[in-house]
């Protein structure tokens, strides 16, 4: 089980870290300010680092390439880097809910929509957004999902709505993939198909912008979205009939591993300004570092952190090695540990800064309102554990009584 | 120690119950629409709010008049009804921090400053701050205060930089009370004078409004002001020179009581809201409260608001009895006790509703934020656990080796 | 609301104070190694302490008598101070299950098991047991007691297992009273009868003593008991057949209390120890309580001390105000958060103390132990938790689907 | 960063598991019976499985030979299923103090001590202990040490008193190695050095077994020994003068690593009869794992230990890799979190057994007691937390003002 940085990354590892240190993060606050003026438009320092980004050859690098071709545990080290950075993973075009739809159109879209939406989506050129949640019922169980399209002739018809669409307030974003029913009759789980449904289509209403912890989050915010018999022609299906569980499957996995390294990554730099208060900052006569139980803090922190990413690694190893039905408990187990995680390590920087901890001038209290969203996306804790806690049943069964 | 409801309350909490629930609630979406249109002026349906609760002489609970006279224990239970709504306070007058710059007034102020401001707030004519953390300097040890107020003739001459002036925002904020420097020879605790600065006096400039996670909190928000040679009459003087402190102390212990048992109430109604989504809510074919640890997350959440609670009546009723001295002890507990316990429950709530939780469908996620910024402001936890466990180690003192 | 110390109590509670700080703490010692010579006896000590605590009319204070009348709370208070000793209650005569036992005889008893039985427990002559639980069921669910007594003539015959049966080690104690089932065929609340069963009853067998993590907790112990055809005259039933829950609920309401005033006495001298270590030791050129964390864990036991002491007291005020059944909702809180509260404060002192802390050098491993158990009897913490749940939701139904 | 299973230790993993499930698990109630009948001898059974894994080849495991050879991560793997018991590894010759003194003797032993001590010990013919604590000062600060040895002529005459000396209590503990001052005038780290005592010497006196929790951990226990002038010739030196630290610390790296996988195998055998009891035990119509919360205490305990080994196993790659100065951070981490991780599952199982869980019956109430003995010994969490905070803030140095 081979879990550390490999020969194969070594220098990618280096070259995004100094990337990271020496672009990204000293632009953040330039991102933001410009980001005041208009807030649905990209910030236009954003394609500026993009641009070097693409030259420096950072691009893409969560999907195989001629240029480079990574394990999912080397990319995992690749993804707690962009972590650090709120904004770093659309600077390497390795933001979700893009990358996970890149990676279905590669594996399941027909031509037309590869050369259609894949390609531009891998240049940065457009943005894209993926709609399962639903506003009426508890979407931790899937099968509760109504929206539905019906066939007319050679088209798909569309209604229903769907909230938590995130990256759809992006003027860039272009489509949509929507999972919905089309199969009433089948069993649950083959029910629902995917559509490819353009955001200018007749029909499409963004009701909403919905906020998290008083956060915009623009310019990608989380849409609610209205579909009123949107039409759009039968080659607007991905993969099969009945097939949406199946592929979005896929994004459990690799998916879940990208977003709990990133935190890891965001646990690190929240650790890193943890510390440099603590050293900086003095009240009565001593450093704050001196003060009270601040080292057991800093200590759990560290302790925190280094299990979690070990964790991750190991989610990220057994995907590699023995595929998404052998990794689901390891999958489980960090989808429910990194985010409480991240969230204690935010909180305890938080609190080592004092009031400013809860304003805008460091990036912890975003970044604590984006984790707390996250012990809810892609299925709440309570879901995992009961999971996780099925499993250990299973190897020493029921007696009945 | 009486610390339940006596019968000289029994009517009037019957009274804000009822006033609470069936005006104020229900008017929560319509402040918050109207505030949309202009965040930075009191939304209308306040105004008419203030005016019912005037008619039903439910105005200024928080102090002695001629209709109403409350112990601190009595008024607590009153203070924990008012945390139901966010917006609850303002109604009865009885905000932060208004009430402690009344109450200030009424006992050091001068004829001309309790005509000219005590009687309008009283009112709720204007609004006032309280301008005392700075943003230089861990401001948890007080002695840090740098802002500085020169005599020149007749005048103060007031240079400093202060933050997190909480209603500054808020048009109707017509003055401050400053904490600055008046006396730099002097032992730490007697440096320290209460200057009131009209808000438009020449010099004070609102650089910037705080954001609490998100959340602006207009129209009353969070500023930061600037002081430049704001000169005003000697008159402005709030009891003596150097006795800042001591002033300043009284609010340490009715208004964190006040605060606390709002924060209370807070949580009874997110335990509210949790159990009504629990039982509303269905998932894999059961409601949320009979799946997984939920009957616990319930149950625990109950645990600990009744015993803050007791805590925070206990508080109040020595400081009712005893006096401010020797209630530091049981106003210390209760300070770490209660903020923290509200944001157990609060989460808890978050997390039963899922993404709903986190976004503006409910109050929960704007008073998770409130309610950390309070583990912050008025001390941080550590600052009040350090002196719990001073008390503590005073009674088998060191043994020198 | 009154939780106070009252005018009554105030100079028993003095007195016994006194009483346990001087002659009982510096005879603990004392009763250890006594007991070592024999197990399976009463130190001596303990009949000396007795005669003291009798002359200074220390004796029986949990039930009204001519010379006091305490109500819930104020007797409250003097268990508390009972529990700073592991070997106090026994002393005033106070002890589980003797307590409960006497109340039960001194209500539903006959007046021949009065004089033979209550009589000489009042003096403190003999002991007694109580034995519910059964070895082969959860006993939490008592509707699923096994052991039967079928009456036969003029007698009952008892067959059965019963486990935890505390005190029965004991050579002073005489009988016991046991649930056993004589009702099959009733509902199951009906089903279940108290008989009084004599020690040296002809098929009454210890066939173990059960052991408390390593602890045998002897004199007293927990016996394994098999009764095998028992024959009792059917004057041996106390009160009615069916009515055991009824009976036994009593014990629910203030043997619990009186439990978990204990606890917190326990938890006061652990505190007390925790703070003294701290100050006296020294590590690295300073006293431990000026190490890391040592301030936030002395201020959190402080913490908790309080706020459990005043939900315990809550509980006692309940259930003398309203009654058994309007406290149970207390009772449950209070049954769950002394138990893990005091378990907190006693493992932060046993860490405190070093390797010393788990020996048998202070009195704090043993208590642990006694703790733990706790979480278990009379309920384990699950049962308290859903049974307070299920108060919350009743407050707002279930919403059927 | 390979952590895995080796294709090294395949077999011998394969082989050690059945071993220890078919022929220790089942001997574990036969050595606690022999046990009773001699507290202080090992009980028969104990030296037939030894017998019958030297025959099978599963002896000395935890050090190089001629037919096994491993590095720290493979021996962990191995370390961790002997911890499913707690007397495997007295069956494997692989239990501390026993493992440490051999490795102690190899490297830094005379050719007479390692044929008179280092021979037999591997036989498992003899016992051994190893003395450093010391009852009257705060040994988690080493230089405290004040047990003394001086020179006269040929011989070491030693004089002080230990505590905690594992193993002492097992008459086949033939001899000690115990640390004292030597060097009074030397910088602290370099005053004490290891002498090699044999049990029989003159003047070495046990004044007490320790307990913990109640248990007396017969035969091997924990020792209190008084050491009066007790001469031995200078031959009993081991290593050099004042290099008692330097050698120490090597104990520090792998034993600690060994401890913590031998409590990971110990926490997987608490989750296995955790889930079997809740599956096999009904309350209320269900079986326990359908009750409460017991979902997520069975998923968290999962959670806990997968990320606890993966810590430990970090911490034995990196000491194989870099040794022990690069791996002193992990083995702190694995240090505090494992033992800890430890406690609560072990709890938990406890918490589903009901009383039988304290009690005798089943593994768990020693196995807890053991476990919370190591959050003391080899350094209290406390140490450990500190190092680990010295190492964070050693990354971003204190800002002197």
Redesign the interface.
């Known amino acids: 089980?081979?879990?550390?940085i490999s020969d194969n990354i070594k220098s990618v590892v280096m070259q995004l870290r100094t990337f990271i240190n020496e672009v990204i993060i000293p632009n953040e606050v330039r991102y933001l300010s410009e980001l005041q003026d208009d807030r649905w438009q990209s910030p236009p320092v954003m394609q500026t680092m993009i641009n070097q980004a693409k030259k420096a050859g950072l691009f893409n690098l969560f999907i195989e390439s001629d240029k480079h071709q990574f394990t999912g545990v080397e990319y995992a080290h690749l993804a707690e880097l962009m972590g650090r950075s709120e904004i770093a993973a659309e600077v390497f075009n390795c933001a979700a809910p893009d990358t996970g739809n890149m990676e279905v159109l590669a594996k399941f879209g027909t031509d037309e929509q590869r050369s259609r939406y894949l390609v531009p989506l891998l240049q940065g050129d457009i943005k894209s957004g993926f709609a399962m949640?639903e506003?009426a019922v508890?979407?931790?169980?899937a099968s509760?999902i109504m929206s539905e399209a019906r066939r007319e002739g050679d088209d798909w018809v569309l209604s229903g709505e769907k909230?938590?669409v995130s990256g759809a307030g992006d003027p860039r974003c272009k489509f949509l993939i929507v999972m919905c029913q089309t199969e009433a009759g089948a069993s649950p789980e083959l029910r629902q198909s995917l559509l490819l449904i353009p955001m200018q289509s007749k029909g499409v209403e963004i009701t909403r912008m919905?906020?998290?912890?008083?956060?915009?989050d623009a310019p990608q915010g989380h849409a609610q979205i209205r579909f009123t018999q949107v039409r759009v022609p039968s080659t607007s299906l991905i993969g099969n009939t009945g097939q949406a569980f199946e592929i979005a499957q896929g994004r459990m996995g690799s998916g879940r591993i990208h977003q709990c390294m990133r935190s890891i990554g965001a646990a690190e730099r929240a650790?890193?300004l943890m510390?440099?208060r603590?050293?900086?900052?003095?009240?009565?006569g001593k450093?704050?570092?001196e003060?009270?139980?601040?080292?057991?803090v800093?200590?759990?922190?560290?302790?925190e952190i280094?299990?979690?990413r070990?964790?991750a690694l190991?989610a990220a190893w057994m995907l590699d090695q023995r595929g998404l039905h052998a990794a689901l408990g390891?999958i489980a187990?960090m989808k429910?540990?990194v985010p409480n995680m991240a969230l204690n390590v935010i909180d305890r920087a938080?609190?080592m800064h004092?009031?400013?901890?809860?304003?805008?001038?460091t990036p912890l209290?975003?970044m604590?309102?984006a984790h707390?969203?996250m012990?809810?996306?892609d299925g709440?804790?309570?879901v995992?554990?009961?999971m996780?806690?099925?499993?250990?049943?299973g190897?020493?069964?029921?007696?009945y009584?």
Chains 1, 2, 3, 4 share one sequence.
Not at 298 to 303: E, G, H, L, V
Not at 395 to 399: A, I, S
């Open positions: 089980m081979q879990l550390g949640t506003p508890a979407s931790s169980d509760n909230s938590w919905i906020s998290v912890f008083g956060y915009d650790l890193e510390v440099k603590s050293t900086s900052r003095y009240a009565f450093p704050l570092s003060l009270g139980g601040n080292v057991d800093i200590a759990n922190s560290r302790i280094e299990m979690s070990l964790m190991k390891e187990q429910v540990v938080i609190q004092g009031g400013t901890g809860v304003s805008e001038d209290a975003k604590w309102a707390r969203a012990r809810l996306s709440p804790d309570e995992h554990r009961e996780i806690s099925r499993q250990e049943i190897k020493f069964p029921l007696t009584v």
